[in-house]
């Protein structure tokens, strides 16, 4: 039918980076929305955060736990189909639990918001990895 709207196909790498994309995205808006937590800002100005001191040690483990969920976008559109598929139901599982662990305590509902859209993100990244279409 002329003017009919038609929907493509989105291979499963497309989707898995446009995911992951979209997970560091909540994932740094959330970390960025607490600067304006006053006990938050307290803390990093104290030289703590989430009763860790911040010191070379920290952020660098940070920057690596950053930079490995970073590099699954281009893991994702890049890697093979095999390691592709193993790499996503890994480290988005890992992330998961990760992310569910940081919600231990928290009252503030932004953060329990965005963690748990950030979970859900992770856990559909999990579910399309698994699903991974195979040849017949």
Do not use: H
């Not at 898995?16 to 909540?26: F, P």
């Not at 994932?27 to 938050?40: C, E």
């Not at 955060?49 to 950053?66: A, E, I, N, R, S």
Request: proline fraction near 1%.
């Amino acid at each position: 039918m002329k003017g009919q709207l038609r929907d493509l196909a989105v291979d499963v790498k497309v989707v898995l980076g446009g995911l992951w994309a979209t997970t560091l995205l909540v994932f740094a808006y959330v970390d960025l929305f607490g600067f304006y937590r006053a006990d938050l800002v307290r803390g990093v100005l104290a030289g703590e955060v989430g009763g860790f001191v911040v010191d070379q040690v920290f952020l660098v483990l940070t920057t690596l736990y950053v930079a490995v969920a970073s590099l699954m976008v281009a893991v994702s559109l890049l890697a093979p189909a095999r390691f592709n598929r193993i790499a996503n139901i890994v480290v988005s599982l890992f992330y998961a639990v990760t992310a569910g662990v940081s919600l231990a305590g928290e009252t503030w509902a932004y953060y329990i918001v965005g963690i748990s859209i950030q979970m859900a993100l992770l856990l559909l990244i999990t579910r399309v990895a698994w699903t991974w279409p195979r040849n017949t």
